[in-house]
């Protein structure tokens, strides 16, 4: 029992697993863009990780294709150096790099020139051989979104990338892509249709990190194996519902890319709608890939469009002072790092229940969670003897994606005495500490389901697109103007006052950051 008097047990259940996850096929891993920040920071980290757990398949490599030369051993060295700083698990375990250093392969080539993707396929044919990866080839775009249509014809040239119609073909080819996905509706078709030029839906995986926490997957198990919280789960019993993403950090040099994107780009158009569609979605026919993202797509269709002057009304977006002096970002930039969004979801179970979403960097907190308000207690019984009454709060759940990953859960109780006086009381669940077992990193998840070919926690083509769909008006009508100003807010403040009287309007206030 800890200090505050709770105590959590868990009871793993008797039986298998209710989805065996299932070992991946022996592979080989191609990763463009391997000497970048992605691949240094999180998929080494997350590949090393995997071997050290003994996840990877036992026949496995790793390409790394990069377009500066690159010497086999002094690339070996620099991963290492970069997985003593970023891996999970410190210090760095000898025994596990002993064995995944020899799987690591380089290959230096341009993005645009023929000759570099044959000497791919050669080298490929031979670690093919050498490791035993039995041909299957997952390709990796951890490069600027620019290079996607040159990569992908590049390899497709080659012959390294056939058009696989049959489940189950062997041997296997897939292709995993980084957002940003396309940077508005035209643009992502676009980059659909090259892609699906080349190959079949079933061989795209398009990566969101947000679906590989913990939590967010969690939300299915949390909604549909728990009786008491799905009848609930509807516009009868829940007042509204809150998404935050904020972040401590500023844009950290990267000032360029994120002037061309904004905080509308980067985080509502994926992994906010992501997750409010987890959240909003009704039961799936099964936990299958396609029945659960089918459910999702029609959330993005049940949501109401905000177009023109209601963009105004129903959308608040900020910029935190001394944005325009950091490098890379224009001096009259009106590009928001702060978003604040009321959003409705025209379905049966969710009509009238408005979802509000906030999203922003050089913010109070760093935490991503969902709120659940439920509605409040409809009589006062405790309004006590004349004015003096005690505020009831109404109840909340909260599922917390980052930082320590959990769920809370609000209610009302007696404080202990001879007066009748309430308390709120917290009951906070948190995965590390209560499974005692480290939560995997994002990625890691991620990639072994790639290996494994389970697109549950992709994006599909039809949902991005829908996603889009939404989310583009609403970036023509602010970048026009006709959505409203851009307000500048205070590093370290909880964002611009106008996000505040958002809510504010309908007589809600925001959970405190």
């Not at 700083?85 to 250093?101: M, V």
Request: proline share 6%; net charge neutral.
């Amino acid at each position: 029992m800890d200090a505050q008097g709770l105590h959590i047990e868990t009871h793993p259940r008797e039986g298998d697993p209710v989805l065996r996850a299932g070992r991946p096929d022996p592979c080989t891993v191609v990763l463009f863009g391997a000497t970048g920040d992605l691949a240094e920071r999180k998929l080494f980290p997350a590949l090393f990780e995997l071997a050290r757990a003994n996840l990877l398949p036992d026949h496995f490599s790793v390409v790394a294709y990069s377009r500066s030369a690159l010497n086999a051993d002094s690339f070996r060295e620099d991963v290492k150096k970069g997985l003593q700083k970023f891996a999970r698990t410190q210090p760095l375990d000898e025994d596990t790099w002993k064995r995944f250093a020899p799987r690591l392969e380089v290959v230096s080539g341009a993005y645009d020139d023929p000759a570099s993707f044959a000497r791919l396929k050669q080298k490929l044919d031979e670690v093919s051989q050498r490791h035993q990866t039995e041909g299957n080839q997952l390709y990796y775009l951890a490069t600027p979104a620019s290079t996607f249509p040159k990569i992908l014809h590049g390899l497709a040239g080659a012959g390294l990338l056939p058009r696989q119609e049959q489940p189950h073909q062997k041997p296997w080819r897939r292709l995993v892509i980084e957002k940003p996905f396309g940077h508005d509706l035209e643009s992502a078709r676009e980059l659909n249709r090259e892609l699906s030029a080349v190959m079949d839906e079933r061989q795209i995986f398009r990566i969101d990190h947000y679906l590989g926490k913990e939590t967010v997957q969690n939300i299915l198990v949390f909604r549909f194996a728990n009786a008491i919280f799905e009848p609930l789960w509807n516009r009868q019993h829940i007042d509204h519902v809150e998404i935050t993403a904020a972040e401590k950090i500023g844009v950290e040099g990267r000032g360029g890319f994120y002037d061309e994107t904004g905080v509308i780009r980067d985080m509502v158009q994926n992994h906010l709608l992501q997750v409010l569609a987890l959240c909003a979605m009704e039961p799936p026919v099964s936990f299958g890939a396609e029945d659960i993202r089918d459910e999702k797509n029609k959330v993005f269709r049940a949501l109401r469009p905000l177009e023109g002057r209601d963009v105004a009304q129903a959308v608040v977006v900020g910029q935190y002072e001394g944005y325009r002096q950091e490098k890379g970002v224009k001096p009259d930039s009106r590009t928001p790092t702060y978003v604040a969004m009321k959003m409705n979801v025209d379905s049966w179970r969710w009509q009238g229940v408005p979802f509000y979403l906030r999203a922003g960097k050089h913010l109070k907190e760093r935490v991503t969670e969902v709120s659940i308000h439920f509605k409040s207690v409809p009589v006062g019984l405790f309004a006590g003897e004349g004015a003096t009454c005690q505020r009831l709060q109404p109840n909340v759940l909260t599922l917390r994606i980052q930082p320590k990953e959990g769920i809370a859960l609000s209610f009302e109780s007696k404080v202990p005495g001879e007066d009748v006086s309430i308390a709120g009381v917290t009951m906070d669940f948190n995965y590390a500490e209560s499974f005692q077992k480290p939560v995997p990193e994002a990625y890691e998840r991620l990639l072994l389901d790639c290996m494994r070919g389970n697109a549950t926690l992709f994006a599909r083509q039809d949902s991005v697109e829908q996603a889009w769909a939404y989310v583009t008006p609403i970036l023509q009508a602010l970048e026009s103007g006709v959505g409203g100003q851009v307000h500048s807010y205070a590093p370290g403040s909880p964002g611009p006052d106008a996000a505040a009287a958002l809510l504010a309007r309908d007589g809600r206030r925001w959970t405190r950051l």
